[in-house]
């Protein structure tokens, strides 16, 4: 089964900048892609990566810089069933990709924290992706109006995307690929000191 | 089996103060109480809420103003199989709950978001709990200190509790209880037009 992991390669994760530069930026989102494609690695999905710009990988590249939504779209039409991932997702493991797998449904959905949606397992050609806004809500909206059943997944691993600085703390508590590791390499660790954990720089 | 829910009575949510006023707070964590009671109520648990002060519930309730390590620690004491359950999982239902008590281990351990511990099967006597810092991290260490096998859960309901105003996000999106229902009611409802979810108020 085809896996499409849409890839941002240009300024990602600008909600990090108080904490890392721009190359820095630049290394852990394509740690964070490398550490998805491992998780994926021992199922039977097929993944492409769909880059805003050419990167090098080790699986196929398309690079499209048009939005998400028509890319996604495009690749509904060309044929399900289709897996969609987010490229962000630190605690991705291979159980997690697993248990979307054989969860039952026209559509498989995994919320993302906020509203977002982290993980599509897509069987029916006729369900339509919009990722703007609320976008897990309008998925499920969307599947509703078209007559699809729907299975949603409760994972915290597929719902920690990583965009903010405060979401380094879950990679590093939890991770165990290339970001947790880069993560800890850089200096990061993270403080009690003020009751609350938080994640701090030494170095 | 027991199920301790540890409850904070006095100025319940105060990092909700920009959203709630303080009679709101205290309405909004008895509700998040009442939605992980209705989790539990088709499952084999005997809840118990051990609150710092004296509440009306459905279950037996003791009130113990000591902090919450102590509390739980005695109960180990007094036996095992024990379960402890935050009193604010807004997302928490039967499924969870089954999902916990059906996985293996003298301890289970399923992690709140920013490194909590939002809920522990203790199977073993030896165990003892420390909710400071980032209590999930410890209680992996201090099981492997006493030599226990340990599970974790990996459940998005079970890591969300309600602490911060984006947390009501989730409640809003995926919670199907009292809360829920009165953070509707309340004219709370979830905002996109700055492009990423935001909560708001109406009224």
């Known amino acids: 089964m085809r896996a499409l992991i849409p890839f941002d390669a240009s300024n990602p994760k600008t909600r990090l900048s108080p904490l890392l530069s721009a190359a820095e930026r630049d290394s852990i989102a394509r740690l964070l892609l490398q550490d998805v494609l491992s998780a994926i690695e021992d199922?039977?999905?097929e993944p492409e990566i769909v880059?805003?710009?050419?990167?090098?990988?080790?699986?196929?590249v398309t690079v499209d810089?048009?939005?998400l939504d028509p890319v996604v779209n495009e690749a509904i039409e060309d044929g399900t069933p289709l897996?969609?991932?987010m490229a962000d997702l630190g605690l991705l493991e291979g159980e997690q990709v697993q248990a979307l797998l054989k969860t039952p449904g026209d559509l498989v959905i995994a919320p993302g924290r906020g509203g977002g949606t982290n993980a599509l397992v897509i069987r029916d050609g006729t369900f339509?992706?919009?990722?703007?806004?609320?976008s897990f809500r309008d998925h499920l909206?969307?599947?509703?109006?078209?007559?699809?059943?729907?299975?949603?997944?409760?994972?915290?691993?597929?719902?920690?995307?990583?965009?903010?600085?405060?979401?380094?703390i879950e990679v590093l508590l939890h991770g165990r690929g290339e970001a947790a590791g880069w993560l800890t390499e850089a200096g990061f660790h993270i403080e009690t000191t003020g009751g609350r954990p938080s994640i701090e720089r030494t170095g």
């Open 128 to 134: 339509r992706v919009d990722y703007h806004g609320v």
């Open 141 to 168: 909206r969307l599947a509703e109006r078209e007559g699809l059943s729907v299975s949603v997944v409760d994972s915290f691993r597929i719902a920690t995307d990583v965009d903010e600085p405060e979401d380094l």
């Open 43 to 45: 199922t039977p999905l």
């Open 51 to 60: 880059s805003t710009a050419s990167i090098s990988a080790s699986v196929p």
């Open 83 to 85: 897996v969609v991932l």
């Open 65 to 67: 810089d048009r939005p």
